[in-house]
């Protein structure tokens, strides 16, 4: 029996297009070509934020926090797609962190807010800079019409 290997997201290596074999059907399947840049993508985001503790979703929810200051956890949830529970796992991270705060909010007292904290915001700066520098550097092959329609292309797909 055949054991799988599980690679974590740090161990994400690009996918090389290895030049001699036919790729058959590959090369003109669109899922294959984005999930080799979706890898190349990772490797980019991993490099830009390695040692700070911050997955793509952590990232993602600092972001929309900082944003949207005041917005409730079942919101950032539903902007990453995942559940209840997982928007409240990610709330306490940031927070035992000192990274965001919840706070009553004055409408509503049953319901909650999320707020980032000074360190929040210096945080999702400083990584902000580091992962637009190297998705710039990761997509230098691209003139910034070609990045413009491909990120509307993208979002065309996604939609």
Same mark, same amino acid.
């Given at each position: 029996?055949?054991?799988?290997?599980?690679?974590?997201?740090?161990?994400?290596?690009?996918?090389?297009?290895?030049?001699?074999?036919?790729?058959?059907?590959?090369?003109?399947?669109?899922?294959?070509?984005?999930?080799? +840049?979706?890898?190349?993508?990772?490797?980019?985001?991993?490099? *830009?934020? /390695?040692?700070? $503790?911050?997955?793509? #979703? %952590?990232?993602?929810?600092?972001?929309?926090?900082?944003?949207?200051?005041?917005?409730?956890?079942?919101?950032?949830?539903?902007?990453?797609?995942?559940?209840?529970?997982?928007?409240? +796992?990610?709330?306490?991270?940031?927070?035992?962190?000192?990274? *965001?705060? /919840?706070?009553? $909010?004055?409408?509503? #007292? %049953?319901?909650?807010?999320?707020?980032?904290?000074?360190?929040?915001?210096?945080?999702?700066?400083?990584?902000?800079?580091?992962?637009?520098?190297?998705?710039?550097?990761?997509?230098?092959?691209?003139?910034?019409?070609?990045?413009?329609?491909?990120?509307?292309?993208?979002?065309?797909?996604?939609?």
């Amino acid at each position: 029996m055949k054991r799988a290997i599980r690679r974590e997201p740090h161990a994400l290596l690009p996918i090389p297009h290895v030049e001699g074999p036919d790729y058959d059907a590959l090369d003109d399947l669109l899922g294959f070509s984005l999930r080799r +840049a979706q890898i190349a993508m990772f490797v980019t985001f991993n490099e *830009a934020t /390695r040692g700070l $503790d911050v997955t793509p #979703a %952590r990232f993602t929810a600092l972001l929309i926090v900082g944003a949207n200051p005041g917005i409730r956890q079942t919101v950032v949830g539903n902007v990453l797609g995942i559940a209840r529970s997982g928007a409240n +796992a990610l709330a306490d991270w940031m927070e035992s962190r000192g990274l *965001a705060e /919840r706070r009553a $909010d004055k409408r509503d #007292a %049953r319901a909650w807010g999320l707020y980032l904290t000074s360190r929040g915001l210096s945080l999702v700066e400083e990584m902000k800079r580091r992962i637009v520098e190297g998705e710039r550097k990761r997509s230098a092959s691209l003139t910034a019409g070609e990045r413009k329609e491909l990120l509307r292309l993208l979002r065309k797909l996604a939609g």
